[in-house]
Every structure is written in C-alpha cells, then in structure tokens.
C-alpha cells in the first residue's frame, strides 16, 4: 500500500465512578450517646427524617426545669403586677409614696424581665432535645456511616454521609502524563461499562490541584449533563476524551515487523522493486491498525502482508497496490 500522511485524533478511555456533587457529612449538634439507630448505609432518605437519637434523658429534665421556670417567672409577673397596680391607684388618690411607686414598678419590670430569661432558656431546652435527632437535611442516600449505638459521640462528629439527589458527578483518577496529553474541557463522553449504549456527554468541573501520593493520579470530576437512572451511585462508566491531532501514517498490523528489536516495516524500492527494512516510530496501536509517528514519508510503498517471508534486498513482483 502507498503511504498517506493523515491526521489523525485519538483518543483515551478511562474507567470511573458516578458520585453525588453535593455530600453531605450529617453530625449531631450536641454530645450523647446514641440510643436508637435507623438508618443504614444505601438507604433512601427524604428530607427532615430521622436517622439517629442520643439519649435524651438530660435534655428532658433541663427542659423540665425550664418550663417549671416559666410557671415561677409568669407567678413572679403577677404578684409583681398586681402591686404596682395598686400602688398607681393609691398615687392617684394621694394615698402613697412616688418612692413606693417606683419600687412597685421597679418590681414588676424586673420580673418580666425574668419570665423573658424563662422562656428563651425554655426555647433552648427545647432546641437542646429536639437536637437528640439527627435528621436528613435534603433527599438522598445515605453512603458512610461512621458510629454504632452505644457509642459516645462529640458535637459535630461525623455520623453518615449523605449523597444528596440532584446533579451527578463521573470521577476518575487520572494519570498525570494522560492528563497532560488529553483535550480537558467540554463534551466527555460517559457511557456504562455494562452497557456502552447508555452515553451522555459530560464537562469537567473541578480537576485536583496536586498528585494523590499514594495512587501518583489526578482526581476529575466530569459533571453530567443528565443522569440517567442506570447511572446510579456508584456505578462504573467509561470516560472518552479526544487527545491532540497528530500528523500521522496508518498502516495495518500486517505490516508490521522489527529490527534489532524495534518497530519497522518492509518499503518497496519502486526502481528495483527490492525490498528494505525501514525503522519506524509507533505512536499507538488501534484494534486494526498501527498508528506511525515518523519514519515514513507521503508516497512511499509499504508491503502490508506476507512480511514474514521477505529478506532485505530480495525483488518482489507487486501484484497490486491500494490506497
């Protein structure tokens, strides 16, 4: 076959995993123990339920005094009212102090006052029992949970990890060189490992900014444009990205063969019609062709089969050619 120089844009496929764009780490708002467990890990959740109790038996008795502060500081208001009544009824009539009036008044400020102290403190045993439950703050599924009951957990200790419903991510952990060498930006294509026909196209969203140590990859997150349902919570998908169009020679695996154990192929001399090795350089493999970078120029004539029988300078008859 003649040699065509091309150009040619390849690809790269990475596998990843569809996650949530939103996490959510829930945590109680006070210290306890929890008591009662509900949730688990993969269970759906709607906004508001409960997940887990603390033991409440503390928050209960300070509301209990709470409320028995309020039934003393309203006791208090009246008694307090009451007096400073009669004391402006006697003022008016002549019958008393301004002094006495004025402590009446005094009095009965103070002590509303008081019952005002009494009701928040009562609103904030409230809030301290209803924080006992902790509850979903949006629709989702649970994906971690990090205690048992019987455990004893501090304020804003992780207890689940909710993956809130809504816009989904494909995540995938990248090599830094294929990072470098694929076109990063809009229109990824996402498809099902299990089944390749369910594609979206994706846009990358966030891109790490330092290598992971430990796995030496670049973690991207690819924002889907829609979620179809079969690409739930963790569910593996494929991600093709286009890398840099090159100048390229393809050629089919047939005519590969080597020399001193590098790549090369069989060229034709269109004069003699002898054959000659010539070394080559690959840039990739396809499933039915070589993709080569340099080593060949536009219009030589390249033996595509039957490479295996020839030796260097012996003379072919050309039986046929194709582009």
Request: charged share 25%; proline share 5%.
């Amino acid at each position: 076959m003649t040699t065509e120089i091309v150009d040619f844009t390849p690809s790269m496929t990475l596998t990843g995993t569809i996650e949530a764009q939103t996490r959510t780490d829930l945590s109680f708002r006070i210290n306890g123990k929890i008591s009662d467990h509900i949730a688990s890990v993969g269970d759906r959740v709607a906004s508001g339920q409960v997940l887990a109790r603390l033991d409440p038996d503390e928050q209960q008795e300070e509301l209990i005094t709470a409320q028995a502060g309020v039934a003393s500081a309203e006791a208090l208001l009246r008694q307090t009212s009451i007096a400073f009544d009669r004391q402006k009824e006697l003022l008016s009539r002549g019958n008393t102090t301004r002094r006495d009036y004025d402590h009446a008044e005094a009095a009965m400020r103070s002590s509303q006052a008081q019952l005002d102290q009494a009701h928040a403190d009562l609103k904030l045993a409230r809030d301290q029992l209803s924080y006992t439950e902790l509850r979903a703050d949006a629709d989702g599924v649970i994906t971690a949970q990090s205690a048992e009951i019987g455990q004893v957990v501090a304020q804003a200790q992780p207890i689940f990890t909710l993956a809130r419903d809504g816009a989904r991510d494909a995540v995938f952990n990248v090599h830094e060189w294929a990072l470098n060498n694929v076109a990063i930006g809009k229109d990824i294509a996402i498809s099902l490992v299990s089944d390749p026909r369910v594609r979206v196209p994706g846009d990358v969203r966030e891109v790490a900014p330092a290598v992971d140590p430990k796995t030496e990859t670049v973690r991207v997150k690819v924002a889907l444009r829609q979620a179809p349902d079969a690409m739930s919570l963790g569910t593996l998908v494929n991600g093709t990205a286009p890398m840099p169009t090159q100048k390229v020679a393809l050629l089919p695996w047939g005519a590969l063969f080597e020399i001193a154990g590098k790549p090369a192929v069989w060229v034709v001399d269109p004069r003699s019609t002898t054959v000659s090795l010539k070394p080559i350089t690959l840039s990739r493999y396809t499933k039915d062709r070589i993709v080569v970078a340099s080593g060949l120029q536009p219009g030589e004539m390249v033996v595509s089969a039957g490479v295996q029988l020839l030796r260097p300078g012996q003379k072919v008859e050309i039986a046929g050619s194709t582009r």
